[in-house]
């Protein structure tokens, strides 16, 4: 296996694919619009085509930015760490300032290194956005993906709104249960993430045997984990191997890998759920439809669908059957402020992304992230990653969109298959439809149609969350 990142020489072997001509030539009628309605094949390949001419012309950036991650070493208290390894000694690490020190290092390789590659690659994105809809950034994606980014901003704003006060008690109550010493007020990112990574309740999640343990569920729905081979699970242990999972749709339905690296607790559970929901929804996508339905369109749905199994792991008869824990209300608490943290993060990042896109990089970007984020998180946010901590393409809009769509999800295989449905083998026919259709439907059209809902919203998940706490 390469060392080597090499995506500077694969934009190059495909280059004629991303000339602003081949995007022209795929205007869907109509152009799309904003409203979700016009979509169609053309306008998924359209979209397609504009993120790979924004990767084209970012090549060599890219190939900068991955080299710089895989090589920065930090010194911390004598200790020499990669880069890509800090965020998970962040998280393990007990002593504050410990942890304080190895956050530090940690922004100084991202402000010193990263942040002048980030700065200049949004400068390039932004050009391509003018050159092809004449637009700013935001618009630009707006257009090309068919959603209401404005919209979706309402929703996320009455999100922050309405959660305000729950999300304030339970972080209260979980700083002073699991982060003896840390006053509510001086919290900081760090601190955050450290709570989150939950160490009161690691040792309740047995590291062996985690596929065959994980993947039981599926089998007892009638759904066979790997797809008749189509699906690889690839857990191996590697140096050189990222520290994040991933799901590679090679080839849809045909070859799909589902990469972890464990590294042992309750987060290898949820990953790796994350990444079968991916795996099991392309490697079930029929194999008739035109490609476009099969890999391109609204990854709002692949990421709903992985969302719908990582929150498995909100569901009591789930850790008491699967995961064979006792005790499980206090766990269920902490997921759920976990998840409503997350939420509350991504729904303040919209308006960030929005922001920094439409001012474009400059005086007040940094400081516009850090009150936000703050605000949303109940953490000081730190200023120098207000280029690291942004998503390309707008991938938050899909995030968003997935809560929504895994809410939904969840009360319907509630509603048709009692609350153990994860077991239920009249669930496996119903999964394997809706995985059938590939991303044919975004997120909202699919919940319309397919899962009784007139408008999607977080309505369901917020539900899911307040009958938690
Ligand atoms: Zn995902």
Redesign the pocket.
Known sequence: MSAEPGLEAIYERYADLFDAEAFQATAPPGDGGADGEGIDLRAYLREFLAIGIEGHRTRALQDRYLEAESRAVARVDGETIPYRELPVRVRRAEGREHRAALEDARLGVVERTLNPILEDSIGIVHGVAEELLGTSYDRYCERLAGIDFEALQSEADRLLEKTRDVHEDLLDWFVRRHLPGVRREDLETHDLARLLYGEPYRDRFPGGELVDRLTGPVRAMGIDPTAEGRIEFDLEDRAAKTPRAF?ASVRVPDEVKLVLRPYGGYDDYVTFL??LG?ALHFGYVQADLPMEYRRLGDNGV??GY?MTFDHLMHLAPFLRKVVGMGEVEEFLRFQAFRDLVMVRRYCAKLGYERSLHRKGPGPGRSDEYVERLSEATGARAPDRLWLEDVDPHFYCVRYLRAWMLAGAMHRELRERFDDDWFVNPAAGPFLLDLFGLGQALPADALARERLAVERLDFGPLLEMIRERI
């Open positions: 799901c994350h990444e991916h692949t990421e992985a």
